[in-house]
């Protein structure tokens, strides 16, 4: 297997403007993970779905996040509109039941 | 809640040199435990886990042992390489059926020629 797909691995974006990260899990992993990664705030559970359904999203900081799972081979973090504040690394993770977490290379999103 | 607390970083050695870095945590029950290594430019990768009381994980000469007694997963190496420079989380899954870790806040480790 390839392990978790993300792509881009780097997004420069201006403030205002939409950013979609995309992130395509391990085959047969039913959880599926997005983390923010900074210095300031370390690493932060922002949303996880299992079997495709949102459950906990109470880590999105705000409503210009959003994120969808269509199926059980891809999933979106979309922000809009984007701010500076929103610079970090993000990384997807997936999981089979009990096991350990899979994570993805990250996105380097910065926003100018 | 659940919470895992590690030492404060970075932590400088020499190749060579033995090492520890610290992990306590707060649980109710049994968690599961782990170490995940960050290798600069990269995501987290499963390092070693231990599921129960006295449990010992091991791997690439890293080892961490469970001990409910001390609520403790402390991880150790007796001859670190450069190569292990990188930063280190220690994370938790509680025992309640729930498949979200916790993680620490990670430590940074650089090893010296």
């Known amino acids: 297997d390839a392990g978790v797909i993300q792509s881009p691995r780097h997004e420069v974006t201006e403030m205002g403007q939409e950013v979609t990260l995309r992130c395509k899990p391990i085959?047969?992993?039913?959880?599926l993970f997005w983390y923010r990664q900074t210095m300031m705030r370390g690493l932060e559970l922002l949303i996880y779905f299992n079997n495709n359904v949102p459950i906990d999203d109470s880590g999105m900081p705000e409503d210009r996040f959003s994120a969808k799972m269509p199926n059980a081979s891809f999933s979106t973090l979309k922000i809009q509109p984007s701010e500076p504040r929103d610079s970090a690394v993000y990384f997807c993770?997936?999981?089979?039941?009990?096991?350990?977490?899979?994570f993805g290379p990250g996105t380097r999103l910065t926003v100018l | 809640g659940d919470s895992v607390t590690q030492m404060e970083g970075p932590v400088t050695l020499s190749e060579e040199a033995f090492l520890t870095i610290n992990c306590t945590y707060t649980?109710?029950?049994?968690?599961?435990l782990f170490w995940y290594v960050q290798y600069p430019g990269e995501g987290l990768q499963l390092l070693l886990k231990a599921t129960k009381a006295d449990d010992k994980g091991s791997n690439k000469g890293f080892e961490a042992t469970y001990r409910k007694e001390t609520t403790s997963f402390h991880l150790e190496k007796g001859s670190v390489q450069v190569s292990d420079s990188a930063v280190y989380f220690c994370a938790l899954r509680g025992a309640g059926g729930s498949y979200i870790p916790t993680f620490g806040r990670g430590t940074s480790l650089i090893v010296h020629p």
């Open positions: 993770a997936s999981t089979l039941s009990g096991g350990p977490q899979f």
């Open positions: 649980a109710t029950g049994y968690p599961s």
């Open positions: 085959s047969g992993h039913d959880y």
